[in-house]
Structure formats: structure tokens, C-alpha cells
Nanobody
């Protein structure tokens, strides 16, 4: 079956960096658009970044532009999110997702990981 497994979360001070990874299995990863979403306590899940099947283009949430970089390695079936200059407001559970469609809407993604906690202290 399809599995997406995130890793790389943790506790970091404001201004620090983390790199999230999402290992995909059970699907032809290169055929899927992939994205990152996050959910903070008491808030709805929100879009962070999406990357095309080939990695040729990316779209970011405005508040992370210039700080976060989404990339993928289709040979390794892995999605990445490099997060720099982290802020306390970036604190959330981060999820990777994949779908055959090209979308930034969470409810249109068919496959999800279990999430990884990112906590940014001030």
C-alpha cells in the first residue's frame, strides 16, 4: 500500500534551520505532485509548498517564501522541505502529501504522511 513517512522534525531556536524528508513507497512517486502542509494547535491544516512531478516548478505560501525550499529526488522517492530562518509561528505538525492532480488544496490530496512535529522556540 501507499506510505508516506516524514522525518526530520524537532525543536529549534528561532532563526535556526531544519530539513524535513518524506519517504514514499507503494506508488510511482515521479507521477505524483507532492506537497507540504502544516497544522498548528487549534488551527486548520494549511498549505506550505507544492512541487511538480519533475521538480520543475514549486509554489509556496507567501509567509515562507525565501525561507523554505521544497525539492524532490524521484530516484530516491523522497520529498524534502528545507526550512531556514525559522520563526515561532512556523511551529506546527508538518505533513507531506501526494496526488495525481496538481493542487494546493489539502482536501484534494489522496495520500498523506503521519506528520512530524516542528517546534520553534523564541
Amino acid at each position: 500500500q501507499v506510505q508516506l513517512v516524514e522525518s526530520g522534525g524537532g525543536l529549534v531556536q528561532a532563526g535556526g534551520s531544519l530539513r524535513l524528508s518524506c519517504a514514499a513507497s507503494g506508488l510511482t512517486f515521479s507521477s505524483y505532485t507532492a506537497g507540504w502542509f502544516r497544522q498548528a494547535p487549534g488551527r486548520e491544516r494549511e498549505f506550505v509548498a507544492v512541487i511538480s512531478r519533475s521538480g520543475g516548478w514549486t509554489i509556496y505560501k507567501d509567509s515562507v517564501k525565501g525561507r523554505f525550499t521544497c525539492s524532490r529526488d524521484n530516484a530516491k522517492n523522497t520529498l524534502y522541505l528545507q526550512m531556514n530562518s525559522l520563526k515561532p509561528e512556523d511551529t506546527a505538525v508538518y505533513y507531506c502529501a501526494a496526488d495525481l492532480s496538481t493542487t494546493t488544496k489539502a482536501d484534494e490530496y489522496g495520500y498523506w504522511g503521519q506528520g512530524t512535529q516542528v517546534t520553534v522556540s523564541s
